[in-house]
């Protein structure tokens, strides 16, 4: 790190006073703090990579050249991003997107707006009555619906890129963390894809195996992974799925079914998410889809029983705090880079079959319900042989991005 890429609390970046030093959180590759300006509190976050080659940085012309050729791909995207996502986002918003992206000697900066989150997991949520359930699914998916009418794939939608933040009347969602964002049908290669497998979606699963062209992904990628985190919101876990698969895409690609648990949803919302859950691209809802449903839904009305098992007692909610929770980054489970997939040139992995196909219309073995709460470092990858390179996963894996919003 050159002189000119240290600062400490009180320091002023662009117009924006630190107000505390920048911190790496879980070994990641960003470096978090807060900043004020103009009376208003901001998130700013530092990348580490890529760096800018400073006309006195060590190394040949050429290679820097190379490295500034990267930098302004980086900055193109990020740009690009923010100028698109500009007229539909403000301070105070739901969607919690760039203000501001600049670069100080060799690193750049983002900044967005601070979020005070209500510290709520996913069984926090579905410990809650419906109504309350309902405000949360109902703006998340209003979120998404603004990024999806841009044509715009958020690409790594998870619990902890859904903020929960407690107002006067109940919680509302913010929607955070665009890093990974691209417009339809022109994701990065499948080797820089940067996610958390547990909600992949089954043609994101193929593309980085290099069995689905990068015009197969489209918004309904989000789709998918929309529907895990409303199963979370609502039963408390993911859907049931044969263990041996590891995540839900693997297990849809293999042909199960996933169903939702015991619930208190009425049946429509239940019918929408496991419909988000197909297998198909094509036969999932559009996000308009979802939240003109959500929204025929009255809030306080009693909802509609279902024949499902009956919801065991949970314990009140008690807010876990004021902290905020952790950025994306902080589950960010694997950079294709390095770990390359068969018919890649890398690593062996067993292909998973292609929708449609023999393998993926067999019977599935008998469902067990995969680990709710469990990360991607602790799950195995499908088909990743073991030895050296799963061993060279696991460093992988433990590269992570975290800290507080």
């Known amino acids: 790190m050159t002189r000119s890429d240290v600062f400490r609390a009180g320091d002023v970046l662009n117009g924006y006073r630190l107000l505390e030093d920048f911190r790496v959180v879980g070994a990641g590759l960003s470096e978090w703090s807060f900043a004020e300006r103009g009376g208003r509190m901001y998130f700013i976050k530092r990348f580490l990579s890529p760096t800018f080659p400073e006309d006195d940085a060590p190394g040949s012309e050429r290679i820097k050249a190379k490295k500034r050729t990267r930098c302004a791909a980086f900055e193109a ?49 579905a410990a809650l009555d419906f109504p309350a359930q309902l405000v949360l699914l109902k703006t998340v998916a209003h979120s998404l619906k603004i990024l999806h009418d841009l044509r715009i794939v958020h690409s790594d939608l998870k619990p902890s890129n859904v903020l929960i933040k407690r107002t006067e009347l109940g919680y509302t969602t913010k929607l955070i963390d665009f890093d990974s964002s691209y417009i339809v049908g022109s994701p990065p290669p499948p080797e820089e894809i940067v996610g958390t497998m547990n909600y992949y979606s089954p043609e994101l699963v193929r593309y980085i195996q290099g069995g689905a062209e990068p ?23 993911m859907p049931a799925f044969d263990a041996a698969h590891h995540e839900a895409a693997i297990a849809v690609l293999h042909g199960q079914a996933l169903k939702l648990g015991p619930s208190r949803a009425p049946a429509p919302v239940i019918e929408l998410v496991e419909r ?12 308009a889809e979802v939240h003109s449903t959500l929204m025929s839904l009255r809030s306080g009305a009693a909802p509609a029983t279902t ?34 997939i068969a018919g890649r040139g890398g690593v062996s ?6 929708v449609g196909s023999p393998a993926a ?22 088909g990743i042989e073991e030895g050296r390179g799963r061993a060279l996963l696991g460093k992988l894996l433990r590269k992570r991005d975290g800290g507080p919003r």
Do not use: C
């Not at 024949?307 to 929770?325: C, D, F, M």
């Open 77 to 125: 995207h990020h740009r690009g991003l923010q100028a698109a996502m500009a007229p539909l986002t403000t301070y105070g918003g739901n969607l919690i997107a760039t203000l501001d992206i600049f670069r100080i000697g060799s690193k750049y900066y983002k900044v967005t707006e601070k979020v005070d989150a209500a510290g709520l997991q996913a069984g926090d949520v």
């Open 215 to 237: 015009g197969e992904l489209s918004e309904a990628s989000d789709i998918f992974a929309l529907g895990l985190i409303y199963a979370e919101y609502l039963t408390g876990s």
């Open 276 to 287: 988000m859950l197909l297998p198909d691209p094509a036969a999932r809802p559009g996000v």
């Open 307 to 340: 024949a499902r098992a009956p919801l065991p007692v949970r314990p009140p909610v008690v807010p876990r705090g004021s902290l905020p929770t952790a950025p994306s980054g902080a589950g960010s489970a694997l950079r294709g880079k390095g770990v390359r």
């Open 349 to 354: 992995a067993a292909p998973v079959p292609a």
């Open 361 to 382: 219309s067999s019977p599935a073995a008998p469902a067990a319900t995969g680990r709710p709460g469990s990360t991607a470092s602790d799950r195995p990858v499908p």
